[in-house]
């Protein structure tokens, strides 16, 4: 079992807006916040996101890179997919692969791929 995750971004107001919103549709609640950081529990798992500090800034994050490729969660539904979906592109988010969207990930597979303000890949696949 994963205890928690801890992700540093570029613009923590930024990410805690946009995770704050996108984890409480998965249903985790606001679990700690500090001045450098902020995290949200589901079960015994939480995710936290720390502030970057300024000198480690200029080197950039990419998922093709060597550490984290992407997140991915579990929707209740398919139209769970689908509202989140329509949400994240109101938001003006970047939504990968939208040519295959819903069956990126394959014929029987149903899942959103899309990108967090640090271009985090993000994925939520229904049952």
Known sequence: MIHHIEINVSDLRRSAEFWGWFLSELGYTLYQQWEEGISWKSGNTYLVFVQTKEKYLEASYH???????????HANLREQVDELTTRI????????????????GGEHYYALFFEDPDRIKVEVAAP
């Open 63 to 73: 998922r093709s890179q060597i550490g984290l490729n992407h997140l991915a969660f």
């Open 89 to 104: 592109r109101a938001k003006g988010m970047n939504i990968l692969y939208e040519d295959r969207h819903p069956f990126a």
